[in-house]
Every structure is written in structure tokens, then in C-alpha cells.
């Protein structure tokens, strides 16, 4: 079983995707307390599909994410870099154009998509500045982008509780209903190191996209952010 570390290194971080992917759905539900189908819900909104439209979903694991932008209309691409989860997700969703792809060098032409979203992957990219260039020249001018990622619960004695939690209860639980608990601590860890919401919202200027702004979810444990390329 593969366990990536903090320098997420591309092979290591598909490997241990790969490791999860059977069950990937089902451990997030359980370790999430149910949290991820709201949250599900909240990016289908925020990308608002339309029929005719072409959306990217990037990270997309076994395309449990994609389905919404299917049935609102429109042609969805899911796209991954762990083989393990796109075969998981062919074999699920065998009427989906599941593709395979890295981020920082996506397998797409300039200005092709409608909307771009990424939930939960884009904390496992190397290069997030990269990504989200790629993003950027991926999208069509007037088009948008729907980031949905862990983030920094806003009220301070909630933020106690909720790290107490990813590093006490998250291993034992993962151990309980994963096949590979260690990409659970994996998890854990880059929750922890990654930037607060004003940052990412920074970082997403920096890369070239406008109207960047962000909404928190379940007390910021999760926040969206979008922008738009002019």
C-alpha cells in the first residue's frame, strides 16, 4: 500500500489512489459524516451546467462527481491521473468520456471548456499554481471556475475540535472502512498544510483568473471558490 507525502509526488499520489479507489466513495461518506453529498450538491449549484455546454471535471476519481453535469445537459469530461479510479469509474459510469490526465499539463486545447471544477484534488497537485494556469487555458473567455477543497473552519474553538478530530479519529476510522488507512493519514496531513481561504483565493488571481471570491461550507471545513476568465 502507497502513502504519499507532503512533496506529493505524481507517482506516489496516483499510486495511492489507485490503492483506494474501490472503496474511495464510501470512506469519504463515512469519514465526512455524510458531509461530501452535501457538498456535492453545493458544486453542482455553484457550476450551474447548462445543456450544451462543456464542463471539465478534474480529479474526478471514479466520476461520482461528474453526474450532475451530465444530467443537467451537459457534456462533462472527467478527468483523473490514478488509472486505478478511472477504471473504477468506467466500470461504474461506462457512458462517461472518463479521461486520463495530469493537471499541470491537462490533455485538452486552449479555451475548450464552458466550466473547469476540481473538488478535493486540487490539494494534491504538486504544482498548484500550475493547475491552475492549466485551468485558466483550458477554460473559454467568459467561462468558470468552481473549486471545492478542505479549507480553515472560521470559528477558532470549532477549528480545535475539527484538527483533534482529523488527527485522533480520522487513522482509526479510515482503518475501520478503507483499504489503505495510511493515504488517510495522507489526508490528514495536507488538510493541515494547505492554505486558508484568502490565500487560495490569491494564488487563483496570481494564475490570471477574475471576480475570484469564495463561500464557506460546514463552518469552513470546506470552502468553494470561483473566478472567471476574461
Known amino acids: 500500500m502507497t502513502r504519499a507525502s507532503l512533496d506529493k509526488q505524481p507517482h506516489e499520489v496516483a499510486s495511492m489512489f489507485d490503492d483506494v479507489a474501490a472503496k474511495y466513495d464510501l470512506t469519504n461518506d463515512v469519514l465526512s459524516l455524510g458531509q461530501t453529498r452535501l457538498w456535492r450538491?453545493?458544486?453542482a449549484r455553484a457550476v450551474d451546467a447548462r445543456p450544451g455546454e462543456y464542463v471539465l471535471d478534474l480529479a474526478a476519481g471514479?466520476?461520482?462527481s461528474s453526474l450532475p453535469f451530465a444530467e443537467a445537459g451537459a457534456t462533462v469530461v472527467p478527468c483523473d491521473f490514478s488509472l486505478g479510479m478511472l477504471r473504477e469509474g468506467k466500470r461504474r459510469h461506462p457512458e462517461l468520456p472518463l479521461t486520463a490526465g495530469d493537471a499541470t499539463r491537462l490533455p485538452f486545447?486552449?479555451?475548450v471548456f464552458d466550466a473547469v471544477t476540481i473538488s478535493f484534488g486540487l490539494r494534491n497537485v504538486q504544482d498548484t499554481d500550475a493547475a491552475l494556469r492549466e485551468l485558466l487555458r483550458v477554460t473559454k473567455p467568459g467561462g468558470r471556475v468552481v473549486i471545492c477543497e478542505f479549507s480553515h473552519p472560521t470559528w477558532t474553538p470549532f477549528r480545535t475540535v475539527y484538527t483533534e478530530y482529523l488527527m485522533r479519529a480520522?487513522?482509526?476510522v479510515a482503518t475501520a472502512v478503507s483499504s489503505n488507512p495510511d493515504a488517510y493519514v495522507y489526508l490528514a496531513d495536507s488538510i493541515r498544510a494547505w492554505p486558508d481561504q484568502p490565500a487560495l483565493a490569491a494564488r487563483l488571481q496570481a494564475?490570471?483568473?477574475s471576480a475570484v471570491a469564495?463561500?464557506?461550507l460546514t463552518g469552513?471545513?470546506?470552502a468553494l471558490h470561483r473566478g472567471v476568465r476574461t
Open 109 to 111: 486545447a486552449d479555451a
Open 220 to 222: 469552513g471545513i470546506v
Open 62 to 64: 471514479t466520476a461520482t
Open 214 to 216: 469564495w463561500r464557506n
Open 41 to 43: 450538491r453545493a458544486v
Open 207 to 209: 494564475a490570471g483568473w
Open 170 to 172: 480520522l487513522p482509526p
